[in-house]
């Protein structure tokens, strides 16, 4: 998966999609696309991250916490 830095729209290679996707794991190792060799992994901090598209990370994915302050009324629906 893809992802761009937000502050300086590097495009980003993620390693691990289920680092990613799990909310316990502030950071990911993934590999910058600069010029045609691979480079090696890094690890980047997911709240540095966002979709190509310039849409933020789900918060789903950043904080482990984010049905605590969900409404009842919110999840049954």
Known sequence: MFLKQQNDDALI?????????????????????????????????KTELIFPSGESLPRCWLDSHYRENTSPAAMAS
């Open 13 to 45: 290679e993620v390693i691990s999609v289920e680092d990613l996707a799990n909310p316990m794991h502030d950071k990911v190792q993934g590999r910058i696309q600069d010029g045609q060799e691979e480079q090696d992994p890094k690890s980047f901090a």
